[in-house]
């Protein structure tokens, strides 16, 4: 049973645009929300998070919004750039049982740059 | 800086045979320690985690193991691959205190023929 969802397992955004990664979740108790970036044959790298007390998280080019009712959060990438290109995971955990243990991952956004 | 280390990268086994794949951390003391394993057309799925020497929890049943005979030494094994073991698996750590967020190693690319 996922509990995570990437519906999307590919998107091609062009260079300079804006990059939007959509990510559901069916667990109510989810309150903490991250988003992990994976090169080929590499292990995924942290990118940003998100508590549910918030609905928004800024980091540079990279931006998380979180709809707790509608229990979506996505990913922005503005602007977009070819070393963006890369697998990306959402995953969710409760907050009261903090510890990558209880990480549920999606199935992951493959985004690459149309040249 | 804590760094991850994880091998080999790939590996093509023949099913029946063992497999034994090991990931060390430096950098840090008393790590969480996580094996996960992401399937064709799956998301990263936890395998096992650890919270300290010798303890060893499982997610998930299956034909593999494992072990954690160093505080920063981690160890995935299995007696018989199977067809299905076929995937990437990632040695990840976390710090205890904030261990929601993982670190992942490079990951190894498992074939079962």
């Known amino acids: 049973d996922q509990q995570v969802k990437q519906n999307s397992p590919s998107l091609s955004v062009q260079e300079g645009r804006i990059s939007i990664l959509n990510c559901d979740y069916t667990n109510s108790m989810f309150d903490y929300f991250l988003w992990y970036k994976k090169y080929p044959a590499e292990g995924p790298t942290f990118l940003i998070s998100?508590?549910?007390?918030?609905d928004k998280n800024e980091d540079g080019r990279f931006t998380v919004f979180l709809n707790k009712s509608a229990k979506h959060l996505s990913l922005h990438i503005v602007p977009f750039q070819p070393g963006d290109s890369a697998v990306y995971f959402c995953a969710a955990s409760e907050g009261d049982q903090t510890g990558a243990n209880n990480l549920f991952f999606g199935t992951g956004t493959r985004l690459t740059v149309i040249p | 800086s804590q760094t991850i280390h994880q091998w080999p990268a790939t590996l093509v086994q023949p099913v029946g045979s063992p497999l034994s794949l090991e990931c060390t951390v430096e950098g840090t003391s008393n790590p969480n320690l996580y094996w996960y394993r992401q399937a064709a057309g799956r998301g990263l799925q936890l395998l096992f985690y650890s919270v300290g020497i010798g303890q060893i929890s499982s997610e998930v049943p299956q034909n593999l193991s494992a072990s954690r005979p160093q505080d920063r030494q981690f160890i995935l094994s299995s007696k018989k691959l199977l067809l299905s073991d076929s995937g990437f698996y990632l040695c990840?750590?976390?710090?205890?205190?904030?261990?929601?967020?993982?670190?992942f190693g490079q990951g190894t690319r498992l074939t079962v023929v």
């Open positions: 990840a750590w976390s710090v205890v205190q904030y261990d929601t967020e993982a670190f």
């Open positions: 998100i508590s549910s007390i918030k």
